[in-house]
């Protein structure tokens, strides 16, 4: 059974960084792209940034460009995401996901299949 988890959300000021984790454990092999994912109160589950099992990098939101990073570990089924110069629009719950693929061939949350319970990220100005 293949079980996702997250970390590392918190309370910080706007301007702060964070650091999230992810590990997925279960999986039968690391051949697998994988996401994190974000959803505002009200808003639709969006896809910020996706990673191929070779290290790829995707950003799927044009305003964490050059202030997020993602990441594997050495582990490759854990995975991270930097968050530097928080927003108060960052404000989420952040999920992390494994695509159906190798590829970061979808943004789509149809696409992944195995995903985590997520964890609050709050920024305040």
């Known amino acids: 059974q293949v079980q996702v988890v997250e970390s590392g959300g918190g309370l910080v000021q706007a301007g702060g960084s964070l650091r999230l984790s992810c590990t997925a454990s279960?999986?039968?092999?690391?051949?697998?792209?994988m996401a994190w994912f974000r959803q505002a109160p009200g808003k639709r589950r969006e896809g910020v940034q996706c990673?191929?099992?070779?290290?790829?990098?995707?950003v799927y939101i044009d305003s964490v460009k050059g202030r997020f990073t993602i990441s594997r570990g050495d582990f490759k089924n854990t995975l991270y995401l930097q968050m530097n110069s928080l927003r108060p629009e960052d404000t989420a719950m952040y999920y992390c996901?494994?695509?159906?693929?190798?590829?970061?061939?979808?943004?789509?949350?149809?696409?992944?299949?195995?995903w985590g319970q997520g964890t609050q990220v709050t920024v305040s100005s």
């Open positions: 279960g999986l039968t092999s690391d051949d697998y792209a």
């Open positions: 996901a494994v695509q159906k693929s190798r590829y970061c061939s979808s943004s789509s949350v149809a696409d992944y299949w195995h």
């Open positions: 990673i191929t099992w070779s290290g790829v990098r995707l």
